[in-house]
């Protein structure tokens, strides 16, 4: 499995920017793409996933509905529109194949099997 995300920049408050991750290496669609964000000095933590096999999204409640995953299949690319940025939102964002759903259908962290190269998003305010 490779993941390749690109994306990040600097972008003033208020902005906008959309990540990509090209996925590929997969031998089935038992599996969804994350996104995660390290901030200097703090934990990773997730952003956003989508399931490959039914495109069920799913995202952290912090958003506010500032943030959307989508996919591309023809493209094996994962995106994150980011809308409405804040400086907190400054972080090295990664993409993450994560494999194995609870009954529910949702992806936790622990699922995470392999992990992108980072991307850096700043926000100036």
């Known amino acids: 499995v490779q993941l390749q995300a690109s994306g990040g920049g600097l972008v003033q408050a208020g902005g906008s920017l959309r990540l990509s991750c090209v996925a590929s290496?997969?031998?089935?669609?038992?599996?969804?793409i994350g996104w995660y964000r390290q901030a200097p000095g703090k934990e990773r933590t997730g952003v956003a996933c989508?399931?490959?096999?039914?495109?069920?999204?799913f995202y952290e409640d912090f958003l506010k509905g500032r943030f959307t995953i989508s996919s591309d299949n023809a493209k094996n690319t994962v995106y994150l529109q980011m809308n409405s940025l804040k400086p907190e939102d400054t972080a090295v964002y990664f993409c993450?194949?994560?494999?194995?759903?609870?009954?529910?259908?949702?992806?936790?962290?622990?699922?995470?099997?392999?992990w992108g190269q980072g991307t850096q998003v700043t926000v100036s305010s």
């Open positions: 989508i399931s490959k096999r039914d495109g069920t999204t």
């Open positions: 290496g997969f031998t089935s669609d038992d599996y969804a």
């Open positions: 993450a194949a994560q494999f194995g759903a609870d009954r529910g259908g949702y992806y936790s962290s622990a699922s995470v099997g392999y």
